[in-house]
């Protein structure tokens, strides 16, 4: 994930999903409903959802369930909303972020909100990134305290886009932080996903762990592998 694009996004998938009940056998899956799973396409993904009694392996278990959270961008960090500049009342030009040109050359219009709380993303297992957190201030409206980044477009967008029919929004698709490690701006959505890349590479590593002693011990917090991996390279965030 290329964190130096400040529209980077990822996408998402809107099909259908299917759910094939199957049977463990003889150390294999069994469509419950034939003798045979059925035909599906080369790198399909899917996810077993089986219940903890049935897996063997207890270092397994606590690490397929593990749920922890993680501290992204610490106050007093500014967050950059978008509004839709075709909207904007003339007497609002003034309340905008334009103390970066880069910006400009974007083609964006962005208010300013700033943390006064940790932004926080929690991962659990092989669901997606959640982010929690957030309160923040926004200087363009006089201060105003929000409890979330999404209270703060709904805020932003009553003021900055009053013709708009829904002021309800996902801050997290179009907000932008500035990202020290790729020097510029940066999509919420993009350093989602690449946390997430990075929980999956956790994940991988740590099942792959023989080591009895380890096993023993547990797996290490991601906090804890992904400040040793920081360690070892410059991660892009």
């Known amino acids: 994930m290329d964190l130096s694009d400040p529209m980077s996004t990822s996408p998402s998938s809107k099909q259908s999903r299917v759910v094939i009940p199957v049977t463990v056998t003889g150390g294999k899956l069994r469509f419950d409903y034939a003798s045979r799973m059925p035909s599906m396409v080369d790198g399909s993904r899917a996810e077993l959802i089986v219940d903890a009694s049935a897996i063997q392996d207890q270092y397994l278990i606590k690490l397929l369930q593990t749920d922890q959270s993680i501290d992204l961008i610490a106050p007093p960090a500014s967050v950059l909303i978008a509004v839709k500049p075709a909207r904007l009342p003339a007497e609002l030009q003034r309340r905008v972020y334009d103390r970066d040109l880069r910006l400009r050359q974007l083609g964006g219009t962005y208010v300013e909100v700033v943390l006064d709380e940790p932004l926080r993303m929690r991962l659990s297992g092989a669901k997606r990134g959640a982010f929690s957190g957030g309160a923040c201030l926004i200087p363009a409206l006089d201060q105003r305290r929000a409890i979330s980044l999404n209270q703060a477009f709904t805020f932003i967008s009553e003021v900055f886009e009053p013709d708009r029919q829904s002021h309800v ?10 990202n020290d490690e790729a020097g510029g701006w940066s999509t919420l959505e993009a350093l989602r ?9 956790y994940l991988t590593e740590q099942c792959g762990v023989t080591n009895k002693k380890q096993r023993l011990a547990g797996p290490p917090s991601f ?8 360690q070892q390279c410059t991660l892009p965030f």
């Open 169 to 178: 929004g996902n801050a997290f698709r179009s907000g932008l932080w500035f």
């Open 193 to 201: 996903v690449a946390y997430e890349e990075q929980f999956r590479a």
């Open 223 to 230: 906090n804890e592998w992904l400040t040793g991996k920081r």
